[in-house]
């Protein structure tokens, strides 16, 4: 015969305080974080230099368009989309899916998920701390690019110059939790790098950073502006470089963000389901 | 005087992981695309136990026994498969702010410094990440800093620290939140022999000054014996003793070791007649085996009949006897009891069925007949010794 034990007396989980003891955290957060890119910066600045493929097109459709102008695309303005395109490319970029995918497969994730504040909070303020060192980067080139371009290719909409960090956070936020997504799925699987690779080949497509959205066929564009891929690096350029009205940036805007929410979900609830299933045997 | 209360509870706690299995060659490498074969590997299998807040416990178990994975889910990194656990009050497996803040866990072979940042940034990050005042984190950091000597290493890049520095970095960035409950995954693998020393010392100054509860694996047996008066063995994911170090040690090895310095060499045929086996002589340094009951015999003998300079006498070395717990060697051949306090059990074959103990708690001093029905000489001579529970005060065993 055997006695039912009692269960265990535990305490409901209490998530109150994780939020706010995050955000009372993430100022020094984002100092030692920032500290560790400097440590870095040798790395990083061969990594950003690495970001070559929106001068590759330059060259490429600057040649196409010699000839003749794409739909409303002279050499001019390819010149100014693929630059505006590289300073975006390296403000939004995050490098967190591998980060993950290292750490999860070694079990160094351990350090994170014995915090009290969750991994993808630490993960998140790691990467945004490495912004200030991009926007160093990235402003030479933008100078360069409107010395080059002349600043009237760049709109004079107040509102939309004002959107702009709102769309480049949208941007990197998209940015970051798909690769946060595809990250967690390395609690599932090793290989969970060939499915950000997947993800990649629809981005180079999609994204804008090949050639002009809007130079694709009708129905792909169609699908496009339904899909992430634009919100990441398109959307913010065809602002900046007045492409879109303003009524077409704020369905944007609320298309980018209502992305970036889902994703954010999709992140959580993938880091929690591949969290439940850590195993780290022998790690 | 009433005992501390329970701090952690363990019943029946069960961590099963599915492992892809693949023979080596090509052809295995081809058909494993195909259909992939998995094997089930019981890590933890169905082992109970308490742990009252202030006791250091060793867990002890060879490689892949399953001890640090019991770490990893009473620290709430790993989620059970079975089984209930509660720590402190909490599910460890919710990972709630408030269990996290009251916990620390150490890996000799992981780190959470910053690799690229003096261990002064990481200890920085701790305090605004656990959300310690800057009154509290300075206290503790100055105390860290004196006891743990780590004025000299603040400021260096991590990765530029040798091995042991950087452990007494991690410790120190582990504390910064003052936690109640450490768990040490061999803390002192790789660090010579006086870092270990100093580390071992500074758990156990830590442990006694904040009443703290301290959880140990670790394979060498001078951390065990330093630190864990009481040891909870761990073989093939099955509790096989928890109980006092030195109940074990006199369990496995119900001997002494006599240890003769003699003024000059013994004569032929004398160190024999004191009726022990004699392991070792040399250099006029005389080793004998003696069993328990003997002993005051053989010692009278050898003072009486030898010209002894020097003697003293001691337990089996630690190392032999965990040696012998693995291996299933001499006297200390396991039973196949299930596990209770102060007991030995031996390990299952793989894929036996639950143990006959169930969930149920661990009963101090109650002692279940073998579960094959056989009981050899050395399960009867074991189940026969008087069970004394574990000393829940965290004294060291004498």
Redesign the interface.
């Known amino acids: 015969m055997?006695?039912a034990?009692p269960?265990?007396?535990?305490?409901?989980?209490?998530?109150r305080?994780?939020l706010a003891?995050s955000l009372?955290?993430l100022?020094?957060?984002l100092r030692?974080h920032f500290?560790?890119a400097i440590?870095?910066r040798a790395e990083f600045l061969i990594w950003v230099l690495a970001y070559t493929l929106p001068l590759i097109m330059l060259a490429l459709w600057s040649a196409v368009a010699r000839e003749a102008p794409v739909g409303r695309f002279g050499e001019r303005e390819f010149r100014a989309y693929f630059l505006a395109t590289l300073v975006f490319r390296l403000l939004a970029a995050s490098w967190v899916v591998w980060d993950m995918n290292f750490q999860i497969r070694q079990?160094?994730i351990?350090?994170r998920?014995?915090?009290?504040?969750h991994p993808l909070v630490?993960f998140a303020a790691q990467q945004a701390a490495a912004l200030p060192l991009r926007v160093v980067l990235a402003t030479p080139i933008a100078i360069a690019a409107i010395a080059w371009v002349g600043a009237d290719a760049v709109t004079d909409d107040p509102l939309q110059l004002a959107m702009l960090p709102l769309l480049l956070a949208g941007a990197w936020a998209i940015t970051f939790l798909v690769m946060a997504m595809i990250g967690s799925l390395s609690f599932f699987w090793e290989s969970a790098l060939g499915i950000f690779d997947l993800w990649l080949g629809f981005y180079f497509l999609f994204s804008g950073y090949l050639m002009p959205l809007e130079l694709l066929p009708a129905p792909v564009r169609a699908v496009g502006v339904w899909m992430p891929f634009r919100y990441m690096l398109s959307f913010p350029v065809e602002v900046t470089l007045g492409l879109v009205d303003r009524r077409e940036m704020l369905f944007g805007l609320a298309l980018q963000w209502g992305w970036a929410v889902l994703l954010g979900w999709g992140a959580y609830a993938t880091w929690r389901a591949g969290?439940?299933?850590?195993?780290?045997?022998?790690? | 005087m009433s005992r501390p209360p329970n701090l952690i509870s363990v019943r029946g706690l069960v961590k099963h992981y599915r492992v892809p299995i693949r023979p080596p060659g090509l052809g295995a490498a081809v058909r494993a695309l195909f259909r992939r074969e998995y094997r089930q590997v019981r890590a933890v299998d169905d082992i109970s136990f308490e742990i009252r807040a202030g006791e250091r416990v060793g867990f002890l178990g060879p490689n892949g026994a399953g001890k640090t994975t019991t770490l990893k889910v009473l620290a709430g990194l790993l989620h059970p498969t079975a089984g209930e656990v509660s720590v402190a009050g909490f599910r460890p497996a919710d990972r709630d702010p408030d269990f996290l803040r009251s916990i620390m866990f150490v890996a000799g072979q992981k780190q959470q410094l910053l690799w690229d940042l003096p261990p002064a940034e990481t200890f920085e990050l701790n305090r605004a990440i656990y959300g310690v005042s800057r009154a509290s984190y300075r206290e503790t950091l100055d105390e860290l800093i004196a006891v743990l000597d780590l004025e000299p290493l603040l400021q260096k890049p991590t990765r530029q620290l040798s091995l042991g520095e950087r452990m007494k970095c991690e410790l120190a960035a582990a504390l910064i939140h003052r936690p109640s409950l450490l768990f040490l995954d061999e803390p002192t693998i790789g660090l010579d022999v006086t870092m270990q020393a100093a580390l071992r010392s500074f758990i156990r100054r830590y442990n006694e000054e904040h009443g703290a509860t301290v959880l140990l694996t670790s394979h060498y047996m001078a951390d065990v014996a330093a630190l864990a008066p009481r040891v909870v063995v761990i073989d093939h994911g099955r509790l096989t003793f928890d109980g006092l170090l030195g109940d074990l040690v006199r369990r496995l090895h119900p001997y002494r070791r006599v240890t003769l310095r003699l003024g000059e060499p013994a004569a032929p045929g004398a160190l024999e007649a004191l009726g022990a086996r004699v392991v070792s002589v040399s250099d006029g340094i005389a080793v004998l085996q003696v069993g328990e009951a003997s002993l005051k015999r053989v010692v009278a003998s050898a003072l009486e009949r030898l010209p002894v300079v020097d003697l003293a006498v001691e337990d089996a070395p630690l190392e032999d006897v965990i040696s012998d717990l693995f291996t299933g060697r001499p006297t200390g051949e396991p039973s196949a009891a299930p596990a209770v306090e102060g007991k030995i059990a031996a390990p299952p074959a793989s894929g036996q069925g639950p143990p006959a103990s169930g969930h149920g708690e661990p009963r101090p001093g109650h002692v279940q007949p073998p579960r094959d029905g056989v009981e050899t000489d050395a399960s009867r001579d074991l189940l026969a010794g008087t069970a004394t529970g574990p000393d829940r005060g965290g004294e060291r065993p004498s």
């Open positions: 055997t006695d034990a269960a265990l007396a535990v305490r409901p989980p209490g998530r305080t994780l003891r009372r955290a100022p020094v957060m030692v500290a560790e440590a870095w079990g160094t351990a350090a998920l014995l915090r009290p504040v630490q969290v439940r299933r850590y195993s780290a045997f022998g790690g």
